[in-house]
T-cell receptor, first 113, second 114 residues
């Protein structure tokens, strides 16, 4: 079946460090891929998405490229800020899946000044 | 546009009771999905409604049910509550296409079952 695997956290970084959160997926066909972020006590916010192979999603300095050959969608940011501290979820939606998102376990990021 | 709203935000119930949660989607959105978030199981899909019809359902027992009204507002109901139903319940809405539209999430309803 379809699944998403994320690197385990927590990830602890100093401000201005480079961030990578790994995400790989298993799916048939051509799913859409998403990164969502959850701040403490809040719901999920869409961070970025990509709907086909080689697409790059980007937002607020975060980027992720849809790599079909490696079934990956790794999240990167060149210089993290304390305000980026949150839990990050990678997700996929299978085409024809009627809005059913399948999420990874989430990766907690803590950024220290 | 106003975002997805969920009511109530917090709820405390006891085992055996039932509960109804409400979700109002973004104006113009006709699809509403529900998810359960727990520390142990993570984020799991409950069901999805589009134009008052349930199109997709996750692997939850029949105690979990939902419905959607003609104005696209949705409710989910959990009957005979169990301790394990304690969770954050999130709803998300999306546009008219039946798939691969971006889903926008509400703030969630945190349910505690004692």
């Amino acid at each position: 079946g379809n699944s998403v695997t994320q690197m385990e956290g927590p990830v602890t970084l100093s401000e201005e460090a480079f961030l990578t959160i790994n995400c790989t997926y298993t799916a048939t066909g051509y799913p859409s891929l998403f990164w969502y972020v959850q701040y403490p006590g809040e719901g999920l916010q869409l961070l970025l998405k990509a709907t086909k192979a080689d697409d790059k999603g980007s937002n607020k300095g975060f980027e992720a490229t849809y790599r079909k050959e490696t079934t990956s969608f790794h999240l990167e940011k060149g210089s993290v800020q304390v305000s980026d501290s949150a839990v990050y979820f990678c997700a996929l939606e299978h085409s024809g899946g009627y809005n059913k998102l399948i999420f990874g376990a989430g990766t907690r990021l803590a950024v220290h000044p | 546009k106003a975002g997805v709203t969920q009511t109530p935000r917090y709820l405390i119930k006891t085992r055996g009771q039932q509960v109804t949660l409400s979700c109002s989607p973004i104006s113009g959105h006709r699809s509403v999905s529900w998810y359960q978030q727990t520390p142990g199981q993570g984020l799991q899909f409950l069901f999805e409604y589009f134009s008052e019809t349930q199109r997709n359902k996750g692997n939850f027992p029949g105690r979990f049910s939902g419905r959607q009204f003609s104005n696209s507002r949705s409710e989910m109901n959990v009957s005979t509550l169990e301790l394990g139903d304690s969770a954050l319940y999130l709803c998300a809405s999306s546009g008219d296409f039946p798939y691969q539209e971006t889903q926008y999430f509400g703030p969630g309803t945190r349910l505690l079952v004692l």
